[in-house]
């Protein structure tokens, strides 16, 4: 085994020797010291040192041999553990910024009163980000939608499956249905034609991301393409833009209680109506994702129940 193969790892992140170091609370001297001697034992270079510092093929193979090690050794922690029936530990659980809200302050609870020794770490971030952090072995496992998955060494347990809806406000259906408004909030809600909103503005998630890759499927299918005029990532912002007449956006079965609280306070906003889409039978969903080889202690069971649990409410049938 490579001693000290953290630094590797450490440094294959940051591909920056004094950024690195900082980060292992080491001298630059001690980490550049330490690559020199790893690459003069194995006679071959794993970091390009020009133009830019960055993993050579043999650092990228060093590398997954490294991570594989650090993977071996979280899961024999992991079983002894159980094998000492030791209820104490931490677990590094990952969730989107919009779902965060809605899920982590009844699970903090609910699992810190049935694991009062065990450190529930949360990190709010991207699915993508996410899904790097698992594979790095920074994440146990997070909650998010399966269609961006791109490693066939993640693992996951669908929890719910959710609809899509679009999401307008009044003043945006009287501006560009001014002859069929209100009736048309009648229609709308038997299902929303997308191919009749194509004028109007709307604020979408990132291409990458899995309700924004659910849309752009069914309007392939459609033949037709939306005025996007902003792409943000945060659920919040966009029904906060919708409100305020921004734009048009589309929301997923768990955050529609947000937009029924904004439609409640009011705050000056403009009422938002949410239509099911006509045609649209995809579904998001919604799944506990990690490393396949990953071994778990028992008691992320009971995160995963509690999870499970908490997301039912939300969850759609597939037609």
Known sequence: MVNNYKYFLVLSEELNISSAAKRLFISHQCLSKYIKGLEARYGVSFFERKPKFALTPAGKTMLDTLRQIELSEQNL????????????????????????????????????????????????????????????????????????????????????????????????????????????????????????????????????????????KHLLELGVSLNCINELTQPDIHYLLCAEDYAASFCLTMYLSGINQLNQFKNGYSHLNVFPIANFTSVNPLALIYHKNKKFPSYIQDLKNIIKRLCSPYSTPIE
């Open 77 to 216: 922690e992991n079983q002894l553990a159980d094998i000492k029936d030791a209820k104490s530990g931490t677990i590094h659980f990952g969730i989107t910024e919009g779902r965060y809200p809605i899920i982590v302050p009844k699970l903090l609870k609910e699992f810190h009163n049935l694991h009062p020794k065990v450190k529930l770490n949360i990190h709010r971030t991207t699915s993508p980000q996410m899904q790097e952090m698992v594979l790095n072995n920074s994440l146990d496992l997070f909650l998010s939608g399966v269609s961006n998955l791109v490693s066939h060494n993640l693992k996951y347990e669908i929890v719910v499956n959710e609809r899509m809806y679009i999401v307008i406000s009044d003043n945006l259906l009287k501006q560009y249905f001014p002859n069929d408004y209100p009736q048309c909030k009648e229609t709308f809600a038997k299902g929303a034609d997308l191919r009749l909103f194509q004028q109007i503005p709307f604020v979408l998630n990132k291409e990458n991301f899995n309700s924004r890759i659910l849309l752009d």
